[in-house]
C-alpha cells in the first residue's frame, strides 16, 4: 500500500488487487507503508463482503473469522491486529461520507433514488446508520441530492418521519409496524382483527399491556424529555376507543395522500418488519419480549419493557424495572 485512501471502497479494490488468484499463489502479505491501518476497520469488511458497516457484525467477522468469511477463504488475526481492529471499529470516522458513497453506488446500480428497503435488501449500510447521522432518510436525501431533489415534504412530516425512524424501524417488536402498517390503507381496525393477524403471522397471541403500550408509542409519547414531548406529541396518527377499535387520525390520513410522505412511512415499516422477522422473530423465549444472544439498546429496553417513555439517557450501568434488573455491557 503506497496511496493513502478515506474511501472503504478504494481500499477494498487496492485490498483485492493482492486478494487475485494465481497458479501456486497461497496467501498475499500486505505491507502497508501509509498508514491504512488506522481505517484498519475495512479489512474484515474487505475480506467478508459485508457493506453494512454495523460495527457488531465487523466484530463479529473479526472474532470469528473462518466460519463467516465466504468462499474458501481462511483468515487469522493474531491478538494485537485483534486489538487494533476492534479500536479502529470503536473510532469509524467519516460515517456521513461512507453513507454517501454507498448511496451513490446503489444509485448507479437500481438505476433510480434508493430507500431504506433498497438498502437493506441489496446489503448496502445498515438503515439505522443513516438514521443515527441523519435523523430522517428525507433529511439524508435532501442533504445527497440538494436542489434535485424534488420529492419535498412538510415540515410536519418531517417530525413523524422522524419520530418513526428512531422508535419503530429498528423492529424490536412487531405492533407498532403491523398497526401502522394496516392502518397505511385503513381507516380503522378492531382488536379482534389484529389478535387474528398476529395468530396467523407470528403464531402466538398478543400481550395486552404491550398492544396498549404500543398505541402510546404511535401516539407519540415514547420521548425521553418534556421537548421530545412537545415536538412528537402533535404527530396525531392513531386514537384506541373503548370499543376497542383503532382509528386512523384524519390528519394522519391527509399527510398520507402525499405520495412522498407515504412512501417513507411503508419504507420504515417495511425495513422494521424485515428486521423483526429476522432477527428477533425467532427462538423468543416464552412470556418475554427479548431473543437470545441479539444486542439490544436502551431504547429498547425502554419500549420492550413497557416504561411508557425512553429511558435510555437515565440508564447507566445497570437499572431495576419492576422485578427485573437491566445490566448493560459495552
Given at each position: 500500500?503506497?496511496?493513502?485512501?478515506?474511501?472503504?471502497?478504494?481500499?477494498?479494490?487496492?485490498?483485492?488487487?493482492?486478494?487475485?488468484?494465481?497458479?501456486?499463489?497461497?496467501?498475499?502479505?500486505?505491507?502497508?507503508?501509509?498508514?491504512?491501518?488506522?481505517?484498519?476497520?475495512?479489512?474484515?469488511?474487505?475480506?467478508?463482503?459485508?457493506?453494512?458497516?454495523?460495527?457488531?457484525?465487523?466484530?463479529?467477522?473479526?472474532?470469528?473469522?473462518?466460519?463467516?468469511?465466504?468462499?474458501?477463504?481462511?483468515?487469522?488475526?493474531?491478538?494485537?491486529?485483534?486489538?487494533?481492529?476492534?479500536?479502529?471499529?470503536?473510532?469509524?470516522?467519516?460515517?456521513?461520507?461512507?453513507?454517501?458513497?454507498?448511496?451513490?453506488?446503489?444509485?448507479?446500480?437500481?438505476?433510480?433514488?434508493?430507500?431504506?428497503?433498497?438498502?437493506?435488501?441489496?446489503?448496502?449500510?445498515?438503515?439505522?446508520?443513516?438514521?443515527?447521522?441523519?435523523?430522517?432518510?428525507?433529511?439524508?436525501?435532501?442533504?445527497?441530492?440538494?436542489?434535485?431533489?424534488?420529492?419535498?415534504?412538510?415540515?410536519?412530516?418531517?417530525?413523524?418521519?422522524?419520530?418513526?425512524?428512531?422508535?419503530?424501524?429498528?423492529?424490536?417488536?412487531?405492533?407498532?409496524?403491523?398497526?401502522?402498517?394496516?392502518?397505511?390503507?385503513?381507516?380503522?381496525?378492531?382488536?379482534?382483527?389484529?389478535?387474528?393477524?398476529?395468530?396467523?403471522?407470528?403464531?402466538?397471541?398478543?400481550?395486552?399491556?404491550?398492544?396498549?403500550?404500543?398505541?402510546?408509542?404511535?401516539?407519540?409519547?415514547?420521548?425521553?424529555?418534556?421537548?421530545?414531548?412537545?415536538?412528537?406529541?402533535?404527530?396525531?396518527?392513531?386514537?384506541?376507543?373503548?370499543?376497542?377499535?383503532?382509528?386512523?387520525?384524519?390528519?394522519?390520513?391527509?399527510?398520507l395522500r402525499h405520495k412522498e410522505f407515504y412512501k417513507q412511512v411503508n419504507d420504515i415499516v417495511e425495513v422494521g418488519l424485515r428486521r423483526y422477522k429476522e432477527k428477533y422473530s425467532v427462538d423468543q423465549a416464552k412470556?418475554?419480549?427479548?431473543?437470545?444472544?441479539?444486542?439490544?439498546?436502551?431504547?429498547?429496553?425502554?419500549?420492550?419493557?413497557?416504561?411508557?417513555?425512553?429511558?435510555?439517557?437515565?440508564?447507566?450501568?445497570?437499572?431495576?424495572?419492576?422485578?427485573?434488573?437491566?445490566?448493560?455491557?459495552?
Open positions: 500500500m503506497l496511496r493513502p485512501t478515506q474511501s472503504p471502497i478504494v481500499f477494498i479494490q487496492q485490498l483485492g488487487r493482492g486478494l487475485r488468484k494465481a497458479e501456486e499463489k497461497e496467501y498475499v502479505v500486505i505491507l502497508d507503508f501509509i498508514g491504512n491501518y488506522n481505517n484498519n476497520f475495512m479489512i474484515p469488511i474487505a475480506l467478508s463482503g459485508d457493506r453494512s458497516y454495523n460495527p457488531d457484525t465487523i466484530r463479529k467477522y473479526v472474532i470469528s473469522g473462518n466460519s463467516t468469511i465466504p468462499g474458501s477463504s481462511t483468515v487469522h488475526f493474531d491478538e494485537i491486529a485483534k486489538d487494533k481492529i476492534f479500536s479502529s471499529i470503536d473510532k469509524i470516522k467519516g460515517m456521513k461520507s461512507i453513507i454517501k458513497e454507498s448511496y451513490i453506488s446503489l444509485k448507479n446500480k437500481i438505476g433510480r433514488v434508493p430507500y431504506l428497503l433498497d438498502f437493506y435488501e441489496n446489503g448496502e449500510i445498515d438503515p439505522l446508520l443513516i438514521i443515527r447521522e441523519y435523523k430522517s432518510y428525507q433529511s439524508f436525501l435532501e442533504s445527497v441530492e440538494k436542489e434535485l431533489y424534488l420529492g419535498k415534504v412538510t415540515e410536519q412530516e418531517v417530525i413523524t418521519l422522524e419520530y418513526l425512524s428512531k422508535t419503530i424501524l429498528s423492529g424490536s417488536r412487531p405492533y407498532e409496524l403491523e398497526i401502522l402498517k394496516y392502518l397505511l390503507d385503513n381507516d380503522e381496525i378492531n382488536l379482534d382483527q389484529i389478535k387474528q393477524e398476529f395468530r396467523t403471522s407470528y403464531g402466538y397471541e398478543i400481550e395486552m399491556h404491550s398492544f396498549e403500550n404500543a398505541i402510546e408509542v404511535l401516539q407519540g409519547k415514547f420521548v425521553s424529555n418534556e421537548d421530545e414531548l412537545k415536538k412528537y406529541s402533535h404527530i396525531d396518527i392513531i386514537c384506541y376507543d373503548e370499543d376497542s377499535l383503532l382509528k386512523r387520525l384524519k390528519g394522519f390520513a391527509d399527510r412470556n418475554s419480549p427479548f431473543v437470545l444472544y441479539e444486542k439490544y439498546s436502551r431504547r429498547d429496553v425502554s419500549l420492550l419493557m413497557n416504561c411508557g417513555k425512553d429511558l435510555s439517557s437515565t440508564m447507566y450501568g445497570m437499572k431495576r424495572i419492576d422485578d427485573d434488573a437491566f445490566i448493560f455491557v459495552t
